[in-house]
């Protein structure tokens, strides 16, 4: 009786790297690693031929020379004698400072006009939704330019606020000054403050990392005791008061330190032919702001709408059911659901703020791009070097930004089984 | 007891009363005020305050577009039409419209952007409604050809080689059909990649100079205006479609070499900002080329874009293929389809319905991303505003100008979102 084997066995043959689907895979990538190397092979010595017609080589030494520029918008200690390095940090805090402050205002609008889009009262839901199919369909450059324009051309000149029968006033009683300039705000101060911390060519203030320590520290101790609340709760079924003790908690040590410096606001001041004093937030950085903050908002409203409208109304009626009122309805049940829906595309229109922050070129905005990616690259010559440089800083920012959305995306998952 | 009672009630109705009409807080338009503006305190003041801020820009803005002056040369000749009122100056677009709209396009010449933008229409009807007769397609086939002749000009013989290199392609396709299927692929591509590199360039200088058939050739730096968007926006989407299915399979794919490429490629172009491509595209591409080659900035910037626009398109179909459910693959290996077969018939129709809402998002996204082209120095319209606002006429004017192309743009994209919202109603095959 002969015994069956299973399959015969078949001797490997060449043709089975093309036919055999065991193989071909390989095949297949051992060709396209070829093409691959292939390609960067011809990539690479174009390059090196270019560059060497030129008499140019590939360094990134230009970044320690003397910079020899001008930056408007200085977060940090510069001047043209800096080197071109420094303008790029320069740059680049400009850059995050920017991202920062038009994904906190993007956030506030995106997310009224996206529950107000939602809500019963028709003629407010018919007009954001005209607010939003309006910004989202226009490019994003228009509204930067506009707003810049707008700043510069139709806004009082500092001398239409001189003078008995001044044109212009300031607003905000008297604490902020809108020029065609820039907008001026109140700048704070300490009267008994602490010193600067010097770190090699890094100034920081000691007065802000006191404030954020304390901060930071008070809202640590505020989870705490809700926390210990909760543990009471579920102990004893009763919940104990903690509303005054968090408010405590929260503002009286902050507020206690702020005293203790003798912090107080410095106004601006009409002085000569421009004001004085505060805080200048340059056209170019209001325009990018609010370019950016307006059109992203439209973009997120959408987002926030989608979101809790995804979560299904027998959500609601079960926590009602269980005789949840409606404030612990939203905060217990449906914003968790909807928060899982709403923030990855959340942290990716961050990511595109961030990213459009570049188009500060246009109103002159002094960020990574207009600094590194602009007046170093054509002051020193240096194109490939310096636009390599930018990119991989980008895509560092992008990629930590995606970190942290993967990061929470893992945490809320749903488990399921 | 009953007696009495009867005698003591004096009537009785035998008739039913007509029903009573509603209060008036429950009819109409106090019903509608009631429920839609002022249910509620929170609502009331909205109601109020939205009201307000309409009344608002009514009042500011209606003498505004009242006053317009719509014929002068130069805002300062506005400004002495409108006598100190306020009013738009839309002069400013009668000027200069043609200019936006076609850049430097010579004027003569602007009945070739005009036709095909009306033949656009034409060729993307069948793929938009399904109702346009199918034969329709080969017009829309042969338009990409048509339209590069008509736009930058020149020989039709040249357009007309480098269309043959296609019909040569299919036809060893078809020829090379039996000897396998590597054989033929490899076949496939290889022969018209020869003749395109070493016959077509040789062969249409030959025909045509022996039957010149010519338009007036256009150069690339006289394109502007929204022409140039239309271009760059209608390239990039019909391009970067296809090349995101196959960047989002590369993603998918179980070979991990192919996988890695195609993440690595979606992450670093979706990382960096299209600002940077494009000047990488103007700066560094002199870089990477051998030494002497120069190629038309127009088309260095659609392929920028178009890679942009790809990643983005990769990642938006990924979430289509990933929503599919498994037995959907299962059941397409299970009747014996072969990978390109599965995908074209099983997995690609459903994964790209799915994402149709992303897609559109995509090339809505990439049509408002070609104004950045204006940042290396191609007179898009709001490089052509800038120029114009840079004039001593027009010096001062922006909301008219920017007004009207927000308006343009407007028109497409919202144009583009309405249709995704038809699109996905037509193909909606469940029953919620």
Redesign the interface.
């Known amino acids: 009786m002969a015994i069956d084997s299973g399959a015969p066995k078949e001797s490997f043959r060449l043709s089975m790297l093309l036919y055999d689907t065991r193989y071909r895979s390989i095949t297949i990538q051992i060709f396209a690693l070829f093409m691959l190397m292939l390609g960067a092979a011809w990539l690479v010595d174009n390059t090196v031929r270019n560059l060497a017609a030129l008499g140019k080589d590939f360094s990134f030494d230009f970044l320690w020379n003397t910079s020899g520029y001008d930056i408007s918008q200085r977060p940090l200690e510069y001047d043209s004698t800096s080197t071109h390095s420094r303008a790029a940090i320069v740059g680049l805090l400009n850059t995050l400072i920017l991202a920062v402050m038009a994904c906190a205002t993007a956030t506030v609008i995106g997310v009224v006009a996206g529950v107000l889009r939602l809500s019963n009262n028709w003629i407010v839901a018919k007009l954001m939704t005209v607010y939003i199919e309006t910004f989202r369909n226009v490019p994003v450059l228009i509204w930067i330019i506009v707003t810049s324009a707008v700043m510069s051309e139709s806004m009082p000149a500092p001398r239409d606020f001189r003078g008995e029968d001044a044109t212009a006033s300031m607003q905000l009683f008297d604490s902020i000054a809108i020029t065609n300039r820039g907008v001026y705000v109140p700048s704070p101060l300490f009267e008994r403050g602490l010193p600067d911390l010097t770190l090699g060519s890094l100034a920081l203030s000691l007065n802000a990392i006191a404030f954020l320590v304390v901060v930071i520290a008070s809202i640590w101790i505020n989870r705490r005791l809700v926390a210990n609340a909760t543990r009471v709760q579920n102990e004893t079924g009763v919940r104990p008061r903690t509303w005054w003790k968090s408010l405590l908690i929260l503002f009286v040590p902050a507020i206690a330190l702020l005293v203790a410096l003798g912090f107080h606001l410095e106004y601006p001041e009409l002085r000569g032919f421009n004001f004085s004093g505060g805080i200048q937030m340059r056209n170019s950085l209001i325009a990018m702001w609010i370019g950016l903050s307006i059109y992203t908002a439209a973009f997120i409203a959408e987002i926030v709408r989608a979101g809790i409208m995804a979560i299904s109304k027998g959500q609601t009626e079960a926590a009602f059911a269980l005789g949840l009122q409606p404030g612990r309805t939203m905060r217990l049940v449906i914003l968790p659901q909807a928060l899982r829906v709403i923030v990855p595309p959340l942290i990716s229109q961050y990511l595109n703020i961030t990213k459009n922050t570049s188009l500060g070129l246009a109103v002159g905005y002094m960020d990574l791009r207009s600094t590194l990616g602009g007046i170093t690259i054509n002051q020193t010559g240096r194109e490939l070097e310096g636009m390599l440089l930018m990119m991989l800083i980008y895509l560092a920012i992008s990629l930590l930004i995606s970190g942290v959305m993967n990061y929470y995306n893992n945490r809320v998952k749903l488990k399921e089984r | 007891m009953s007696d009495t009672h009867a005698q003591t009630v004096p009537y009785v109705r035998d008739t039913m009363l007509s029903p009573q009409d509603p209060p008036s807080s429950q009819v109409g338009v106090t019903k509608w005020m009631r429920?839609?503006?002022f249910?509620g305190w929170v609502?009331a003041v909205?109601?109020v305050l939205?009201?307000a801020?309409?009344g608002y820009a009514i009042v500011h803005l209606y003498p505004w577009f009242a006053n317009s002056v719509w014929n002068a040369d130069s805002l300062t000749q506005c400004r002495e039409i409108l006598d100190g009122a306020t009013g738009a100056c839309w002069a400013v677009i009668r000027v200069n419209w043609l200019q936006l709209i076609f850049g430097f396009y010579p004027p003569d010449l602007y009945w070739r952007p005009v036709l095909l933008f009306v033949l656009l229409f034409v060729a993307i009807a069948p793929i938009l409604f399904p109702s346009v007769p199918r034969k329709v397609l080969w017009f829309s086939a042969l338009y990409p050809f048509l339209a590069v002749w008509l736009l930058w000009g020149g020989s039709l013989w040249t357009i007309l080689a480098v269309l043959a290199g296609f019909v040569i392609g299919y036809l060893v396709m078809v020829g090379t059909h039996k000897m396998?299927a590597?054989v033929s692929v490899g076949l496939t591509i290889l022969v018209p990649v020869a003749y395109w590199y070493f016959l077509a360039g040789p062969l249409a200088s030959g025909i045509n100079s022996v039957v010149p058939i010519e338009v007036t050739p256009v150069a690339s730096r006289d394109f502007g205006g929204f022409m140039i968007s239309v271009v760059i926006g209608v390239a990039g989407i019909a391009l970067s479609l296809p090349l995101g299915i196959l960047l989002a399979l590369g993603r998918q794919s179980?070979?991990?070499?192919?996988k890695w490429?195609s993440v690595i490629f979606i992450?670093?172009v979706?990382?960096?900002?299209?600002?940077?491509l494009l000047?990488?595209a103007s700066?560094?591409l002199?870089?990477?080329?051998?030494?002497g080659t120069n190629f038309d900035l127009i088309l260095r910037v659609i392929i920028m874009v178009t890679l942009f626009a790809t990643a983005y398109m990769a990642e938006v179909i990924r979430g289509g293929l990933a929503a599919l459910p498994r037995g959907q693959y299962e059941a397409a290996d299970a009747l014996g389809l072969d990978y390109w077969k599965a995908q074209r018939l099983i997995i690609m129709p459903q994964a790209l319905k799915i994402s149709i809402p992303g897609i559109v998002n995509t090339f809505?996204g990439l049509f408002?991303?070609t104004?950045?082209v204006?940042?290396i120095g191609i007179l898009d319209p709001?490089g052509r505003a800038?120029a114009i606002?840079a004039t001593s006429d027009w010096q001062?004017v922006?909301?008219e100008l920017?007004i009207f192309?927000?308006a343009v743009?407007?028109i497409f994209?919202?144009g583009m979102?309405r249709y995704s919202m038809h699109l996905e109603r037509r193909l909606k095959t469940d029953h919620r």
């Open positions: 429920e839609n503006l249910d609502s909205l109601t939205a009201v801020a309409i396998g590597v179980n070979m991990l070499l192919i490429m992450e670093f979706r990382g960096v900002p299209l600002i940077t000047f990488t700066l560094l002199n870089y990477f080329l051998p030494p809505i408002k991303d104004t950045l204006v940042f709001i800038s606002r001062g922006y909301w920017f192309i927000g743009f407007w994209c919202f979102s």
